[in-house]
């Protein structure tokens, strides 16, 4: 089963750095660990995915632990329009998806920015 | 401007009666998507599209139907509406399933209220 552990809610300063963790103990050797977010009213939409080391885009950051068993989003200077549930997804090959799998959501964490 | 685009954003029917959404994307990718997102249960996989023609049930498949003549369309029909399809309704897609940098682009959802 491909199962994340996120906190349910995070609060974060604006213009102040912000470290969402998420714990993934059962991960596979393959697995990628993908980062989704999901504004107020919109769907999810891609932040950034890595598979062992560090990764980087204009979004954000995510740092992956030695034993790839959790990793953090890290965003470097929130803006009120970071506030959004932030999801940290395995792919699931156990229960559908036939042998690619499926990115399967949970519930994520819902980050609050404050001004 | 090429996308996803769901229809309609809004709808409200009632208990028995179908009801079908409309997904379609403009970037000819493969595979389609429908989720559900209810308070408390996240993201959840109704069905999913590896190509045209080609279905497959994900985690709350009952109740629904979809097809895929076309590979820019990927309509959910809900044969006989009851109030626990109540939800919004979440049509994604992707041209890399299972790949290393496969990423969902979502549309922007149909709030489905069953009364």
């Known amino acids: 089963d491909a199962k994340t552990t996120q906190p349910n809610s995070m609060e974060s300063n604006e213009e102040e750095p912000v470290h969402l963790p998420c714990n993934h103990s059962?991960?596979?050797?393959?697995?990628?660990i993908h980062w989704y977010r999901q504004l107020p009213s919109q769907g999810p939409e891609y932040v950034i995915h890595?598979?062992?080391s560090n990764v980087n885009n204009r979004m954000a950051s995510l740092a992956i632990a030695e034993d790839r068993k959790s990793s953090t989003l890290i965003l470097h200077r929130a803006t009120l329009r970071d506030a959004a549930v932030y999801y940290c997804?395995?792919?699931?090959?156990?229960?559908?998806?036939?042998?690619?799998?499926?990115?399967?959501f949970g519930k994520g964490t819902k980050l609050s920015v404050k001004p | 401007d090429a996308g996803i685009t769901q229809s309609p954003r809004y709808k409200i029917t009632e208990t028995g009666r179908q009801v079908t959404l409309m997904c379609h994307q403009t970037?000819?990718?493969?595979?389609m998507f429908w989720y559900r997102q209810d308070l408390g249960h996240g993201l959840r996989l109704i069905y999913y599209?590896?190509?045209?023609?080609?279905?497959d049930k994900g985690e709350v498949p009952d109740g629904y139907v979809v097809s895929r003549s076309k590979t820019e369309n990927f309509p959910l029909t809900l044969e006989s509406a009851t109030r626990s399809q109540t939800s919004v309704y979440f049509c994604?897609?992707?041209?890399?399933?299972?790949?290393?940098?496969?990423?969902?682009?979502f549309g922007s959802g149909t709030q489905l209220s069953v009364l």
């Open positions: 997804i395995l792919r699931d090959f156990m229960n559908y998806g036939g042998s690619q799998g499926n990115l399967i």
């Open positions: 970037w000819s990718h493969s595979y």
């Open positions: 890595g598979l062992t």
């Open positions: 599209s590896a190509a045209a023609d080609i279905t």
């Open positions: 059962t991960i596979s050797g393959t697995d990628y």
């Open positions: 994604a897609s992707s041209d890399l399933q299972g790949a290393v940098d496969e990423k969902l682009f």
